[in-house]
């Protein structure tokens, strides 16, 4: 909706496994954003990406890891390392990064669980 | 630390009621404020924003904050609440010091009953 689409809905990972979850956009944004949401924590940015081909460390990005090569689409791939991975994972966009007053617009999340 | 502060995190109301969340921040300098909600099973979305200019700011669905820059403060207000208004309601603060990231407080969730 909204013109993001985030897939899966729901992901189970297993021990040791690295998992990517996947976001797409059509709103023709360049800037796009990883968000984890955790119950009674808010939203902690993972990674960010400004443009094709380059993304900066949020403030969470130890165990995780992004690609940006085409500007509709920025998947987040969950590694092995990342030991807590159970949340609740958004993507977002906007018109330019950071822009300053300008909202977010969100996906509809994928939910990641260990099994 | 958290630098964007939500005071209650669970909040129960009757239809009617009026409704008062409070936002605090610790940036100095410029800063940008939004109020965003997820109501079950939706997307988050932007209920209202302030960047400039008057310091109370109106929304959708009725909602209204106000931006009290001596407090660091941007409390959320809605003079009667309804059954709809369950959600869960976020803060969010952008800043030149924090070079415009936009960070989230930890979300309060907002039970009204019919």
């Known amino acids: 909706d909204g013109g993001i689409t985030q897939s899966p809905k729901y992901l189970f990972r297993k021990e040791g496994q690295n998992v990517t979850l996947s976001c797409e956009q059509n709103l023709n944004h360049d800037a796009m954003y990883w968000y984890r949401q955790d119950p009674g924590q808010g939203l902690r940015l993972i990674y960010y990406?400004?443009?094709?081909?380059?993304?900066q460390k949020g403030d969470i990005a130890e165990g995780y890891s992004v690609s940006r090569e085409k500007k509709e689409s920025f998947p987040l791939t969950v590694t092995s390392a990342q030991k807590n991975p159970t949340a609740f994972y958004l993507c977002a966009t906007a018109p330019d990064i950071f822009a300053t007053n300008e909202k977010l617009f969100f996906g509809s999340g994928t939910q990641l669980s260990v099994l | 630390a958290q630098s964007v502060s939500q005071h209650n995190h669970h909040v129960i109301l009757s239809e009617a009621a009026s409704l008062e969340l409070g936002c605090n921040y610790s940036?100095?300098?410029?800063?940008?404020l939004f109020w965003y909600v997820q109501y079950p099973g939706q997307h988050l979305q932007l209920l209202l924003k302030y960047f400039s200019g008057d310091p109370l700011v109106k929304g959708i669905k009725g909602f209204e904050a106000e931006f009290i820059k001596s407090k660091f403060s941007f409390n959320l207000r809605k003079p009667s609440v309804q059954w709809s208004d369950t959600a869960e309601y976020f803060c969010?603060?952008?800043?030149?010091?924090?070079?415009?990231?936009?960070?989230f407080g930890a979300g309060t969730t907002v039970t009204v009953r019919a």
């Open positions: 940036y100095g300098g410029t800063v940008n």
């Open positions: 990406s400004q443009i094709v081909n380059d993304f």
């Open positions: 969010a603060v952008n800043a030149r010091s924090n070079d415009y990231k936009l960070s």
